[in-house]
């Protein structure tokens, strides 16, 4: 599920500059090392140019978009997603249902190069990454229209509102913000990577197997030992290797799976609650409802009453 960033119902004139038009109202935030950006579009339009400094990462907010990008089919752009744009890239966008009553808005992240660069480094220094040949990177274009996380969300969050303090210590919180959204935003690419397109990387990256492996038993019981014996590592390291890699712990990981998996079951008419607790690897009713609860917000039942 999609998970979108909240913004305050109304955005205070705090902006260095502001661009008066119809059609891209934004509103500025400079701070050491990245720019943040708030856009707000009142009218339809088409192909409209926008051009950032550095490499920007965009987040939709409201309503819906349709982004022209260099050497890449056109594709809807909508809340709950990130783009993360190439440095100086040339953007173009379609904004087909923003009106003054409904307008489209987006979060635009503007990221100096020396501040990825600082960033990388020092990752790949302290923290390698499983593969030693595949340093932290933020990923190219393949992997550059992304589903958000709820850990990228947070930050983000938390990024448009150290923005907007007006603490003495505002640059120092934000550096530090930004510095774990860089990180968020590589383990949100190394998530679709591996969890989304392991089948590729199953002879070249240790937890493509891994996720293989847990995708095709999500129903049995998954223990530790199998999954870090099929990376090739103690139980420690895979514990974490994989969570500095992906940002979740391999259990985590498998309660995920497991829940995407009772939501597709919830779906079929036939199919009852307990059923798919049993099917989706959930071998505790009570525990699978108070779980599926607390991820989705409704239970079990509910949520196939809404299906409806």
């Known amino acids: 599920m999609p998970t979108r960033v909240h913004l305050p ?40 140019p926008l051009r950032l400094d550095g490499l920007a990462l965009t987040t939709m907010l409201r309503g819906k978009k349709v982004m022209h990008l260099p ?10 997603e990130t783009v993360v744009v190439g440095e100086d890239e040339l953007m173009e966008i379609d904004f087909p249902e923003a009106c003054l009553c409904q307008p489209t808005q987006c979060l635009a992240v503007a990221i100096a190069s020396d501040t990825i660069r600082q960033t990388i480094d020092l990752l790949n ?12 990177a933020v990923a190219g274009p393949e992997y550059a229209h992304l589903t958000n996380t709820p850990e990228l969300t947070g ?12 603490d003495a210590a505002k640059d120092v919180l934000a550096g530090f913000t930004l510095q774990e959204l860089l990180v968020r935003l ?7 990577l591996i969890f989304h397109d392991y089948a590729r990387h199953l002879t070249t990256h240790p937890f493509a197997a891994v996720v293989h492996y847990i995708k095709a038993h999500l129903a049995e019981n998954l223990s ?36 995407a998996e009772a939501k597709r079951l919830l779906r079929q008419p036939l199919a009852s609650v307990a059923e798919v607790c049993l099917r989706a ?5 009570s ?3 108070a779980l599926f609860k607390r991820y989705e917000g409704i239970t079990p039942g509910a949520y196939k009453k809404q299906l409806v």
């Open 9 to 48: 119902a109304a955005i205070p004139p705090l902006a260095l500059n502001r661009l008066h038009s119809l059609v891209e109202n934004r509103t500025v935030f400079a701070l050491d090392g990245f720019e943040l950006n708030i856009f707000e579009t009142h009218q339809a339009a088409l192909r409209v």
């Open 71 to 80: 050497d890449r089919p056109a594709f809807d752009y909508l809340p709950g």
């Open 125 to 136: 220094e302290r923290y390698p990454r499983a593969e030693a040949h595949t340093p932290w």
């Open 155 to 166: 930050t983000l969050e938390r990024l448009v509102a150290v923005s907007r303090t007006t």
């Open 186 to 192: 590589m383990q949100t690419q190394a998530r679709a």
């Open 224 to 259: 530790v030992d199998k999954l870090s014996a099929l990376a090739c590592m103690s139980k420690a390291t895979f514990f974490r290797l994989f969570k500095r890699e992906f940002g979740l712990t391999p259990v985590e990981y498998i309660v995920r799976e497991r829940l």
């Open 281 to 285: 690897g959930f071998n505790n009713l």
């Open 287 to 289: 525990y699978f409802q």
